[in-house]
Nanobody, 111 residues
C-alpha cells in the first residue's frame, strides 16, 4: 500500500486560500477513490472531499463551492484547493486511500 504525505497547511485569515498537497509513495493510477478528511480539536474526523480515478468528485456540504479536489495520476499527487476559508475550517487535514492515511497537515483559519 502507498504511503501518503500531506503538505501545504498553515495559518491563514478568514476569506483566504490554501492549497493542500498529498504525495503518494507509489502509483495511484489504480486507486479507485482518494480523499481528504479533517479533524478539529475535540471532534470526530469528518469527510471533506473525494475523487475517483475517473475524475468524479464528491464534497461535504460544508465545503461545496469553496473547496476543489483534484488528482494527478502521473505525479502520484492529490490536491485540495481551499478558498473562502472560514474559522470553522480549522482542523488537521488528512489524505487517504481505502487502505492508508497520511499523518495530516494543520490548517488554522483566524477570524
Amino acid at each position: 500500500q502507498v504511503q501518503l504525505v500531506e503538505s501545504g497547511g498553515g495559518l491563514v485569515q478568514a476569506g483566504g486560500s490554501l492549497r493542500l498537497s498529498c504525495a503518494a509513495s507509489g502509483s495511484i493510477f489504480s486507486i479507485i477513490l482518494m480523499g481528504w478528511y479533517r479533524q478539529a480539536p475535540g471532534k470526530q474526523r469528518e469527510f471533506v472531499a473525494s475523487i475517483s480515478n475517473s475524475g468524479a468528485t464528491y464534497y461535504a456540504e460544508s465545503v461545496k463551492g469553496r473547496f476543489t479536489i483534484s488528482r494527478d495520476n502521473a505525479k502520484n499527487m492529490v490536491y485540495l484547493q481551499m478558498n473562502s476559508l472560514k474559522p470553522e475550517d480549522t482542523a488537521v487535514y488528512y489524505c487517504n486511500t481505502p487502505r492508508s492515511w497520511g499523518q495530516g497537515t494543520q490548517v488554522t483559519v483566524s477570524s
